[in-house]
């Protein structure tokens, strides 16, 4: 196992801290006038996306974490379980809805997301940014009512809910920013 120091963080470096793996959100060498000098530390718990502040010893030695992101194409669920194929071996891996996440809402079958795990254990989900969708239930538009900040409700094809500007029909296939849930555009 590689170990880093304190003095090694960068933005995104994921490391073993207290038996959980954490990822360095922002850090700050600090040197003050009297005293010994310290790395003050912005970490996120990857497994629980919890955002914890702490300081450390520049000198202080922590396991680095080796995160595996897999490309597997979701294939279906079966309940509560998600089944991905492995692109490699082919392979159906399940997952629990809990490790989703929320963009997992827009994934249609056979698209391909990326499957973390650390030492085997998986434990999110990373998926496309962008996703194409049909619209498949929203009211209709009116002809020449061209707001452009006016939004109305709509449904895609995944059976999520966004926020579309007026002149969209169902049918229309639109792009979404799958971390936040808006419509970008009319997909081309």
């Not at 005293?35 to 003050?40: M, T, W």
């Not at 973390?116 to 002809?143: H, I, Q, R, W």
């Not at 579309?164 to 419509?183: A, C, H, M, Q, S």
Request: hydrophobic residues 35%; charged residues 25%; negative net charge.
């Amino acid at each position: 196992m590689a170990t880093i120091t304190a003095g090694d963080f960068r933005n995104g470096k994921t490391f073993e801290y207290e038996g959980k793996i954490m990822q360095v959100v922002e850090f700050q060498h600090v040197k003050p006038g009297k005293g010994a000098a310290f790395v003050r530390t912005k970490m996120k718990n990857v497994v629980t996306g919890a955002v914890t502040e702490t300081s450390f010893n520049p000198t202080a030695k922590f396991e680095e974490a080796f995160i595996e992101r897999k490309d597997m194409a979701y294939s279906y669920n079966d309940g509560d379980l998600y089944y991905f194929m492995d692109q490699e071996t082919f392979d159906m891996v399940p997952l629990g809805q809990d490790l989703l996440g929320d963009a997992f809402k827009f994934m249609t079958e056979n698209t391909v997301c990326k499957v973390l795990s650390y030492k085997g254990n998986v434990f999110g989900l990373e998926c496309p940014n962008f996703m194409d969708l049909e619209v498949t239930e929203t009211e209709p538009g009116l002809a020449g009512n061209t707001a452009t900040n006016t939004l109305k409700p709509a449904t895609v094809e995944t059976g999520a809910e966004v926020k579309v500007p007026l002149f969209i029909n169902i049918g229309d296939k639109i792009t979404i920013d799958t971390r936040t849930g808006e419509y970008l555009s009319r997909a081309k």
